[in-house]
């Protein structure tokens, strides 16, 4: 048997998507892309394609608490993804099972809508997750939507979320994709610099997982030791390419394709 020198180990806390889509199978190829290797903690299961998300059921404190301190206790954790949490009992569960551990590159992905526009939690879950979450976590990345909901903005834009949301954490990941100009721009706030955006072209159609592909693969890119500006460059220039090479595996949104077809080869 051959010993190689461990990849970069992701603590990923998600929902599961049976579609394969969005959650943890996103989390996991966009990781595995990275170079880093996944550990999956299961928050949530849904019921959801790639139409829309029709139900979904949280699970148990115990059993989030159980998955992840295994990992824990086991693995040298170098960077921490935050995905669907559900539930404001959820968003306390992992403030107590992170605090320890806010030395880490947290990233936190505020999922609140499934990319059809179906919830996977109530606005009091990103209320709950801006007050108690935030705070812990190296960067948030919403998109702009989810940005309004965070900062109570209905019409808001990207500069006037900001401003609320850098009370709560010390950096923030505003995407673009969803408006109507042509070219998408993605806005990095941070407390202690000036805002620095990236454009990039818009591509036509939907997709159903970009917003966990992107967050994952940030993530990576910080356990594999890039700075903030270098990895949220990194993570999204990857993101587009998965979203170019999408693939229609259903009947609804794209599917972005985060592995090369000859991963496997």
């Known amino acids: 048997m051959n010993t190689y020198t461990s990849r970069p180990v992701v603590l990923c806390?998600?929902?599961?998507?049976?579609?394969?889509?969005?959650?943890?199978?996103?989390?996991?190829?966009?990781?595995l892309a990275q170079g880093c290797h996944a550990a999956p903690t299961v928050t949530a299961l849904t019921v959801q394609n790639t139409v829309n998300v029709s139900d979904f059921r949280v699970l148990d404190r115990e059993w989030i608490l159980a998955q992840a301190n295994a990992v824990l206790d086991d693995s040298p954790v170098a960077a921490?993804?935050?995905?669907?949490?559900?539930?404001?009992?959820?968003v306390g569960t992992v403030v107590e099972l992170l605090t320890p551990y806010a030395h880490l590159p947290i990233v936190c992905d505020p999922v609140l809508r499934a990319g059809g526009g179906g919830s996977l939690g109530k606005d009091?879950?990103?209320?709950?997750?801006?007050?108690?979450?935030?705070?812990?976590?190296?960067?948030?990345?919403?998109?702009?939507?989810?940005?309004?909901?965070?900062?109570?903005?209905?019409?808001g834009s990207a500069d006037e979320c900001a401003e609320v949301l850098l009370r709560y954490c010390r950096n923030l990941l505003i995407t673009g994709g969803h408006g109507d100009?042509?070219?998408?721009?993605?806005?990095?706030?941070?407390r202690d610099a000036a805002p620095q955006?990236?454009?990039?072209?818009?591509?036509?159609?939907?997709?159903h997982g970009s917003g966990c592909t992107l967050a994952s693969a940030l993530?990576?890119?910080l356990a594999l030791g890039e700075n903030l500006q270098s990895a949220v460059k990194s993570a999204l220039d990857y993101t587009w390419?998965?979203?170019?090479?999408?693939?229609?595996?259903?009947?609804?949104?794209?599917?972005?394709?985060?592995?090369?077809?000859?991963?496997?080869?």
């Open 219 to 221: 993530a990576g890119r």
């Open 197 to 207: 955006t990236w454009t990039c072209q818009r591509l036509p159609g939907s997709y």
């Open 124 to 155: 009091e879950v990103g209320y709950a997750m801006r007050e108690r979450l935030l705070p812990l976590a190296l960067i948030a990345t919403p998109n702009l939507p989810e940005a309004r909901i965070l900062a109570e903005l209905p019409q």
């Open 13 to 31: 806390l998600s929902g599961h998507d049976p579609s394969g889509g969005a959650g943890l199978q996103a989390d996991i190829e966009a990781l």
């Open 241 to 265: 390419r998965t979203l170019r090479d999408a693939e229609q595996l259903g009947q609804g949104q794209y599917v972005p394709r985060r592995l090369p077809l000859d991963f496997c080869h």
């Open 181 to 190: 100009e042509q070219q998408v721009h993605n806005r990095l706030y941070s």
């Open 80 to 90: 921490v993804k935050l995905g669907m949490l559900g539930s404001t009992e959820m």
